[in-house]
């Protein structure tokens, strides 16, 4: 029993003079960590400004910025672990981190696709915030970009939260790329009306609607024959942002209503034709011989 006792106490001894022995080099590497923290803030405010002056796009900023961020951080707790453990070597440390970045991904398959792909969109840059898109079925102005996700705000005010995978893997439509997008507008007018001088009026009141481009022009066609209308399609280029659009959509529906009225241009109703026959003395259309 007094052995037993005599082990313990040796073990003890051995620990508590382990542990005073490592602690200079834990409080130094709790030093290292405190001026990675110091440092890593500081590069952090003056790599955000360089790059400010360098770089316009926020995103592609705030990339480099938390990339090196993370960098520091990564070197100072490398550090930090070699200084308060001598005897664990740094091919060891980068072998746990390398098992564990595995384990991490096979876990988390998801969060880190989603985080490659938003390191792909911000070092592309296809768009930026402000940007106008349509993913999907979801519409709006995209409000942040980050490793995670991007998150856009429809038009009826809500937050969508949208996965960086999905913008890389899925056709996105940029509406606000250029500095003008076009509207479609089609109207049927009456088929006696005369289609040149109709064309020819109509387009000179596009040209005076505010909002709608002189340059490029407004085009009128002629697409079809309807049932009861002959179909006009009105072209005309506006500035690319939704409201803009629609704004000036209502615009040009006034104009166009108030010219159809001042001019006789009439705008038909759909039209239907019944013909009523008496099947006792039509087979249809045709009329049924009746016996004399």
Sequence with gaps: MSALIQKIQTSLLEL???????????????????????????????????????????????????????????????????????????GDILGLLGLGSVAIGLVFQDLCKNFIAGVILLLQDQFKLQDQVLVGNFEGTIEEIDFLNTQILTYQGERVLLPNSMLLTQPVKILTASTYRRTDLTIGVDCDTPLATAIEKIQAVLTDVEGVFIEPAPIIDVALFGSSSIDLVMRYWTLPQQANRLRTQTRVLMAIKELCDREGIILPYPIRTSYLYDQQKFNGSIPREIPS
Excluded: C, D, E, Q
Aim: no cysteine; hydrophobic share 60%; aromatic share 6%.
């Design 16 to 90: 508590v003079g382990s542990g005073i022995k490592a602690l200079p080099g834990i409080l130094v590497a709790i030093v290292v960590l405190l001026l990675t923290r110091y440092i890593a803030n500081k590069l952090k405010r003056i790599i955000a400004k360089v790059l400010g002056k360098m770089i316009r796009s926020h995103s592609l900023r705030s990339l480099f910025t938390n990339a090196a961020y993370i960098m520091i951080w990564v070197v100072g707790i490398l550090a930090a672990g070699v200084i308060a453990f001598p005897s664990l070597r740094l």
